[in-house]
């Protein structure tokens, strides 16, 4: 290890981090600040203390144009199908992916090769068709309907299909010889052994679930499924005049929940996307 | 405790004959190795044992019952392998005791069993570590210790010693076969080491291209190898083979090499002209290397300082050599005369 600390690279990492925390300060001293004073132009960078009041308002922001739903509606919107798009996309991944590495079946490869194909196909492409399907099955404006168009796609049976290669047959055969069927081998080796390959896709999958907006702006009609990304666009009304501190504090809210899961689970998400000792 | 029987076991990959109609019986309790140049399907041999691999035709019979359908998790069998495949994230205990579990048996005799089998190779103090924190000679008890503490009907070993430097692998040895009579359990042991086949087995097959060429005692296969293979095979330095009649030597019947172990040519006042081109004295016996007047190679074995004199002349006794067919390479019976 050098001593004496590197005065450039220091600079330069400062610069980035200032560059992308100014957007991040920016919201955050707006949102204490009065509505007209910024609709005006004079954005002061400077917060404001008496109003951060404004988070818990905004908390329990509605408006009419959400028909009474508040923005912790909309939080608890984003939350469920964030989870859902990330825990059905793994479940479905590493069952799949599990089968492929692990079993000799006919078409196999074929079965490989079209979950492969839905990485050309993500849900900009297949927007129309998807939404078709999604509305005949009745499942607009539900949970499913949200969530089952993102979970399919193949990004997650490719990264486990890695990980399950990387395990030694011989450790498989040992398992069977030690009397593990294939779902004891699943609990009991696979899970434990790809458990940080886990929780880092958990992290990106759920960010990549609560960052969605056309495919939610398509599939939730009524206000009772707008999720906090609809929910902000829609308090920007062009007739008349746009709250914009308010805006400014739930947008800070919106951003709280993927933070909080990455400084969580920030460790397992290093060691997953690093390590590869099995 | 358990017999096992293959018979005509067949295996091909593709159009590759790997195994060419196996017949074996183990006794109960019995060690048998299996010993071979690489490629020579002795680990294909003993993966079909296992359930691993799927015989292209033929039986196994354990205990006189067809198991060449069932599957290995249903077989009652433990395999030592060779890179050990312990589990990473289980402790020594839980990699140990993990086919108990799954049996079915209750944590409290779970935990009694492990540690009698802990205790009985010395790793009492290591059942808390993970695999990652072991060395290598820990890692292989550790590998015996799950094979042994489900108590199975057939113990496997894929060259269990092969990743252990020298010293360690003469201590293992000895242990693995100590283990072994004690608990009287009957085994499969694959090797490529012929002083590891010839210390460890009760029997000893030698595998020969997919065949069995010989299957017998250690001893047996020492004094009486079936062909040129196993001759060469088996015993350090391996058997000169000579052609007598390119040698000169007379008295021999047409189209028979003669084989005889360094340790029985002797150096004598009158004979064959030999020529030691490289002497390696280990300090209580000497090798001598070199080529008869005919430029045939030669090496004998003699206790004591090497010789000062390179030129030798040395004669092969007549009861100590082996015949073996020139074209098919078989054994002959013994000449008199």
Known sequence: MRVKPDCLAHAILLLGVALFMLPIWVMVAGATQDAGAIARGGLSVIPNPSGFGIFWQALFYGGAAHAGYPVWHMLLVSFAMACGIAIGKI?????????????????????????????????????????????????????????????????????????????????????????????????????????????????????????????????????????????????????????????????????????????????????????SDK | MATLALQALKKNFGATEVLKAIDLSLESGEMLVIVGASGCGKSTLLRLVAGLETPTSGQILLDNTDITQRDPSRRDMAMVFQNYALYPHMTVAQ????????????????????????????????????????????????????????????????????????????????EIRRLQRRLGITSLYVTHDQVEAMTMADR??????????????????????????????IGSPAMNIIDPAKAGIANMPPNTLIGIRAEHVVIANSGLPFAADLVEPLGSETLIHGTLACGQRLTLRRPGPPPESAALTISLPRDALHFFDTSTGERLPRLHG
Not at chain 1, 182 to 194: A, G, K, N, Q, T
Not at chain 1, 212 to 238: E, F, H, K, N
Not at chain 2, 218 to 229: D, G
């Open chain 1, 91 to 275: 479940v479905i991944s590493l069952l799949s992916a599990y089968a492929i590495v692990f079993f000799r079946f006919p078409f196999r490869r074929f079965a490989f090769w079209t979950i492969f194909l839905t990485l050309m196909l993500p849900v900009e492409v297949r927007i129309i068709p998807s939404f078709a399907v999604v509305s005949s099955l009745g499942l607009i404006n539900t949970y499913g309907g949200l969530t089952l168009p993102l979970i399919a796609s193949a990004t997650a049976t490719l990264l486990f299909r890695q990980v399950f290669a990387a395990i030694p047959d011989e450790l498989v055969e040992a398992a069977r010889l030690d009397g593990a069927g294939p779902i004891e081998f699943l609990r009991d080796m696979v899970l434990p052994v790809s458990r940080a390959n886990l929780a880092a896709l958990f992290v990106i999958l759920f960010v990549y679930g609560w960052n969605q907006y056309l495919w939610p702006l398509l599939a939730s009609s009524s206000p009772a499924y707008t999720t906090i990304v609809l929910g902000i666009v829609q308090m920007l009304a062009p007739d008349q005049m746009t709250p914009w501190n308010l805006v400014m504090a739930t947008t800070t809210l919106a951003m709280a929940p993927p933070v909080i899961v990455v400084v969580l689970l920030q460790r397992a998400f290093v060691r997953g996307l690093t390590e």
């Open chain 2, 95 to 174: 990699n140990m005791g993990y086919a108990l579990k799954l049996r079915g048996d209750k944590p409290e005799v779970i935990k009694s069993k492990v540690a009698a089998a802990a205790s009985l190779l010395g790793l009492d103090e290591l059942l808390k570590r993970r695999p990652g924190e072991l060395s290598g000679g820990q890692r292989q008890r550790v590998a015996m210790g799950r094979a042994i503490v489900r108590a199975p009907k057939l113990f496997l070993f894929d060259e269990p010693l092969s990743n252990l430097d020298a010293k360690l692998r003469v201590t293992m040895r000895a």
């Open chain 2, 204 to 233: 000893l097959i030698v595998m020969q291209a997919g065949r069995a060429a010989q299957i017998a005692t250690p001893m047996e296969i020492f004094s009486q190898p079936a062909n040129l293979f196993v001759a060469q095979f």
